[in-house]
Structure formats: C-alpha cells, structure tokens
C-alpha cells in the first residue's frame, strides 16, 4: 500500500492505494480510497476498505463472467475470433474462414452454448465430414486448425479454461477412394491434351487461349498471372518477376485489387522460353494496338484504358478469374476437368518428365511444401518408370 497526499479546499486529504492479484485470472487489480488521516489507525482502515473494494470488484467481475458464460454461444466465440483474425490475413484467407465458420455452425445445434460444446462434439464434426461425409483432406484439416483457433482464442478472453483436448485432436488420413485416385491423376494434361485443349479455347476466345498457354509454360499462378505488369517483365533478359497477385473477389468494373503474392517464397523471378516470350510481346502490342486505335475513334477500341497490365480484355482491366474459369468449363478434354490451375501442374509434369529436380521446380512455381509439387511430381515419375518397363519388354539382342 502506497500513501499521496494532496490538497484541496477542505484541507488535506491522503489517497490509499493497492494492487491485488486475481488468483483465477492472474490480472492486477488496482484500488484505492481517500481519507483525511494518515495516522496509524486510518492506515489499518484503510487497509481494510481496499481489501473490501477489491473484493467487491473482484466478485462483480466474476458476476458479469458468469453472467456472459450463461448466455455466450459458439456462433459468437466464432464471429469474434474472425474479427480479431481479420486483420492480419488476406481476403482469400478471410473468406476461406468464413467457409470453415459455417461448416462447424452448420454441424451444431443452432445457438449452442460455448460451455456445452465439448471436444467430443468437435471430434464428431470433424471426423463425420472426413469419414463419412467424404471431404477432402485438406479441407477438414483446415476446418480443425481453425476451430483450434476459435478455441485459443477463447481461452484468451477469459471464456474457457483448459482446451487441451482439443488441441489433441488429430485427423488421420484414411484410404484414397478410387475416384479421390482419379482426380489426383487428372491435374495435369498431357502434350496432347493441352494442344487439343488450347485448340478448343482459342475458337472460344483467342486472347484467354494464350494466357492459359503462357501459364503452363511459366506454371504461374492465375493470380500472379492477371497482376503481370510491364515493369514485372524484362524481354532482354528474357524473365518476368512475381511480386503480387489480383484477388480473386475482384468483379468486373471493380477497382483493382492487387495484393501481396500468396507467401515469402512465392516471390520470384522466372526465365522463359522463346514462346513464353512471344506472348507477352503479342499481348504488348495488341494492347497498344487498342489504345491508339481507342484514341482515334474506334469504336471496338473505346473502352480501353491502358493501366499497366499485360494480360487483360478489351477495357485494358486484367481478366476475371471466375470468366476465365467459366470459358474453360466449355473445354472438353475427357476424364479431366479444366480450370485455371490445371495449366500450372502441367508446367511441373512437363518440367517432371524432363527429369528437372523436385527442388527446382519448386523454386520456380513458387512452392515451400514439397507435398503440393510431389502430388504431380510423383504421379509423372511413376508413368515415367511405367513407360520404361514397357520399353525394356520391347528391348531384344
């Protein structure tokens, strides 16, 4: 206990003060009093008034704990972390919660109390959307990091105590099915299909045909391709440097949003083969083609607006990722199905079947885990090996 004195109009006056630890929440609490004495007897008073106001607190903090703990349902630990998660993550990574906040609501009873949603209700959900349900892997175990998050996050504020339990919640992969096989065999195109595949697009729409062709000769990303600018490109050295991508929320008409490429290693610089390179220059001078001739009048070239981009429509605004992926849904290529990233795990079956290292190719599409190169890598390696059985059958003296 610490003692000031002060003044004022009646006189002199002395302010006690404390500082208690909570022993459930461990925080400091600071009161204090004010008295006209600081004589030995008052001092003991006043000792005993800021025990009492700390207790006073103390019970009313817990009143108004228990109070919020009696109504506070799952839904709103959840809405609140999102908050707090927010602002520090990219728009994809938001939206990407705001999906996996759904699942988890959507498997409980509606308007379930916090303390009545136990480990064993969230190992249920996670392991019935797995099991039974049949999601993929990737997209459960995400749901399970973020409800672990959702749970420290309460364990933060005060809302639970022990979450060990959850945080041993572990999901094992179980038993590719057959068609779960399939489809991880059917992300790439082989040479054929890629030729037969661009073919159909470019009777669709010339310019998205090439852009599809430039992403599986560079294996970039659709972002990193839509965010490209002249300044990222240089046609001597015959390379082209990632350092952003468009977000994919971005709709027709809207303000440009091109944000940070996906993660550290997705920065990079990429060299590129003669082709890779008459695409951009095709692509440069078409641009300036439809700005001169806008300027001049014509009608078709009205609407462009040059702002810097290399791979973008008639306005001069980069593609729209989900137009793009709307065009290739047209494409027929049996047992595949076409979207934009199936270009980029052509590139590493391309650069797989040349016998380019795991290690490089990683380093030029972008990847830090080499499970998400080896899912093609491998499969290509092993048709590889499979072709060259075939052939030493073949072999005769």
């Known amino acids: 206990m610490w003692i000031t004195e002060k003044q004022n109009g009646k006189g002199t006056r002395y302010m006690y003060r404390e500082r208690f630890q909570d022993e459930q929440t461990g925080k400091n609490i600071a009161v204090s009093v004010t008295l006209n004495s600081n004589s030995r007897h008052a001092q003991k008073m006043a ?21 919020l703990l009696e109504s506070l349902t799952l839904e709103t630990v959840c809405r609140e972390w999102q908050e707090v998660s927010d602002l520090t993550v990219k728009e994809i990574t938001r ?73 041993s919640i572990r999901l094992k992969r179980r038993p590719a099915t057959p068609e779960e096989l399939a489809k991880r065999t059917n992300k790439f195109l082989d040479h054929d ?21 430039f992403v599986s000769l560079t294996g970039l990303r659709i972002g990193e391709l839509l965010a490209l600018r002249r300044q990222d490109i240089d046609l001597d050295k015959k390379q082209i440097s ?15 949003q091109r944000g940070t490429p996906k993660n550290i290693y997705s920065y990079r610089t990429i060299d590129l083969n003669k082709r890779a390179v008459q695409i951009l220059e095709w692509f440069i001078t078409d641009n300036k083609r439809q700005e001169q001739w806008g300027r001049r009048g014509n009608s ?63 380093k030029r599409v972008g990847h830090n885990d080499p499970n998400t190169t080896l899912a093609v890598y491998t499969h290509v390696t092993e048709s590889m090996e499979k072709q060259l059985q075939d052939s030493l059958e073949k072999l005769t003296v």
């Open 242 to 256: 990632v350092t952003g991508t468009l977000v994919n929320t971005r709709k027709n008409g809207d303000e440009l």
């Open 300 to 362: 078709l070239c009205s609407n462009y607006k040059d702002r810097g981009y290399i791979f973008t429509t008639n306005t001069g605004m980069p593609y729209n990722m989900q137009y793009i992926n709307k065009l290739l849904r047209q494409i027929d290529i049996p047992g595949k199905h076409i979207t934009t990233h199936i270009f980029r795990h052509t590139h590493i079956s391309m650069l797989a079947s040349m016998g380019v290292p795991l290690k490089a190719i990683m």
């Open 193 to 213: 299909e890629l030729k037969e595949c661009l073919s159909q697009l470019s009777r669709i729409n010339y310019r998205v045909s090439l852009a599809m062709e």
């Open 95 to 167: 939206r990407n919660h705001l999906t996996y906040i759904r699942r988890i609501l959507i498997s409980t009873a509606p308007g379930l109390l916090l303390r009545d949603f136990t480990p064993t209700i969230a190992e249920k959900i996670i392991f019935t959307m797995y099991y039974l349900d049949k999601f993929s892997y990737y997209y459960v175990q995400s749901t399970l990091v973020t409800l672990k998050a959702v749970m420290r996050f309460a364990k933060k504020a005060g809302y639970i105590g022990d979450i060990s339990d959850f945080e």
């Open 47 to 67: 000792r005993e008034m800021l025990w009492n106001k700390f207790q006073k607190k103390v019970n009313g903090s817990r009143e108004e704990k228990a109070a």
